[in-house]
């Protein structure tokens, strides 16, 4: 008997699973290759933008929202969280034969971040249902920044930086800030440099991964106020196809 999932499922439902399993890999090397999980977080952030063209294309499935939200789940909460125990753990030098107050504060800040993306992917199925922007920040878009942080090589040195980042993305995913979709003229910018940065990270002292770094934090701290939409968007999701 075929699993059930057979002939219900479609082709952007599979980009979608495979892009949970990506986030499961990025928790494992993490332990092992911080930027090559890093560098699967990015993988994950492509997938999940992939899974929205190809659903628009060859049709979604009932199932699709849901899955999206699920695998995001892995991707863009859980993984992300690892990454910056992974780093400030290491920088803070933080011993795990027992327990210490700066474990247990670096603990329930990832914790809290895991606690938050869970709520806003939740709440962006529910609710979310603006067609040129979303309230609060994209859970793929606090992990593309934290995943081209590592790769930069920016947040390693400053173990208490990546602490305070993490705590400010635990608010602003579940703040009512809007952020505008982006253009898809921009949109695609922003993709080829993503995909350099994964391809290519050390290339030119780093460059892509600046560059991606600078690009995430622009849209972040400005898009709000400054980002003019002078068309209509061109798709019905967010600046990085997902929540």
Known sequence: MLPRFVGRL???????????????????????????????????????????????????????????????????????????????????????????????????????????????????????????YTEGIQTTLAATIMGAAILAGAPVDDPWLVLAVTGAFCYLMVSRIQYPDLLARDALIMGVVHALAILIPEFAGRTFPYALLTLGIAYMALSPWFYWREEPPSTGADAYGNA
């Open 10 to 132: 479609g082709v952007a439902d599979v980009v979608t699973i495979a892009n949970a399993a990506l986030g499961f890999v990025a928790v494992v090397v993490a332990f092992v290759d911080i930027h090559l999980a890093a560098r699967l977080i990015l993988l994950a952030a492509i997938a999940d933008g992939l899974d929205g063209i190809l659903a628009r294309r060859y049709g979604g499935t009932p199932a699709g929202p849901y899955l999206d939200s699920l695998a995001d789940v892995a991707s863009f909460a859980i993984a992300p969280a690892v990454l910056a125990f992974v780093v400030i753990s290491g920088g803070l030098e933080i011993g795990f034969d027992s327990v210490s107050l700066e474990l247990g504060l670096v603990t329930v800040v990832c914790a809290l971040f895991v606690a938050m993306a869970v709520a806003r992917l939740g709440m962006y199925t529910a609710y979310d249902t603006a067609d040129d």
